[in-house]
């Protein structure tokens, strides 16, 4: 487990720690990361992670890009097609739905895969049915490809993604501030990030450290 260090005052860049021991497993999780880690039980060699905005899918796609050679791909940006048996990265999925080019690059992008033994691994917020997808041929091979899911935070991953937030940004609060943090705030990954990113710009401007009492204004609570 990292060690946190004393809260820092003044500005320094977010570093996002992005590898596998960064990645805090717990009950909401563990099932992803066990089946984009077997790459054999793929069917058609395709996998699809959902889950709610900022609940750690890019993060679980970096590990995955670093542990099978795989390239990120981007619809919205014309491309060559890859080396046949290439491993394959889209994130946010649902935001190309709708963009005709876009969801064609992807169509032919598929097809390509499934032709010369790639793989593909597609993270998205939404399921593809309400995504709002318009080439009917991209939408039922979306349609038909296998899913796995990160659940909403239990108290574990919750606690874990506000650490992990708040050591990318280099900042330390107490735990009694995280205990008090996680007894008020929203329940949701989300939520978590707009804190800590909050929290972060009142810290530096006012040049105190985070205590209770910013944590509660923040959250509109009674103090």
């Given at each position: ?11 320094l860049?977010v ?6 021991t960064?990645?805090?497993?717990s ?5 992803a990361?066990?089946t984009?880690?077997d790459?054999a039980?793929?069917?058609?060699r395709?996998?699809m ?7 750690g899918k890019?993060h679980?796609l970096?590990?995955w890009i670093s542990d099978?050679a795989a ?7 014309v ?8 491993n ?5 999925l649902?935001n ?8 064609t690059?992807?169509?032919h992008?598929h097809?390509?895969?499934?032709s010369?033994g ?7 917020s939404?399921?593809v049915t309400?995504a709002?997808f ?5 939408l039922s ?12 935070p239990?108290?574990d991953l919750?606690?874990?993604?506000l650490?992990k937030?708040?050591m990318?940004r ?7 501030i995280i205990?008090y943090?996680l ?14 990113t ?5 810290s530096?401007a006012?040049?105190r450290?985070?205590?209770?009492k910013?944590?509660a204004d ?6």
């Amino acid at each position: 487990m990292l060690k946190m260090s004393d809260q820092l005052s003044f500005e320094l860049p977010v570093r996002v720690a992005t590898g596998r021991t960064e990645y805090f497993l717990s009950a909401a999780n563990q099932m992803a990361v066990a089946t984009i880690d077997d790459l054999a039980s793929w069917p058609q060699r395709k996998m699809m992670v959902l889950g709610p905005e900022s609940c750690g899918k890019s993060h679980l796609l970096d590990i995955w890009i670093s542990d099978n050679a795989a390239q990120k791909f981007d619809p919205l940006a014309v491309f060559d097609l890859p080396e046949p048996g290439a491993n394959i990265v889209l994130d946010d999925l649902q935001n190309i739905a709708g963009i005709l080019p876009a969801e064609t690059r992807l169509f032919h992008l598929h097809n390509h895969l499934q032709s010369t033994g790639g793989a593909l691994l597609m993270a998205s917020s939404l399921p593809v049915t309400q995504a709002g997808f318009q080439l009917p041929d991209l939408l039922s091979r979306l349609q038909g490809t296998a899913c796995t899911r990160i659940e909403a935070p239990d108290d574990d991953l919750l606690h874990a993604v506000l650490l992990k937030n708040f050591m990318d940004r280099q900042l330390s609060p107490t735990p009694t501030i995280i205990a008090y943090i996680l007894k008020n705030m929203d329940r949701t990954f989300i939520a978590a990030s707009a804190l800590v990113t909050e929290l972060d710009a009142q810290s530096m401007a006012s040049k105190r450290p985070i205590g209770r009492k910013m944590v509660a204004d923040i959250l509109s609570l009674k103090y």
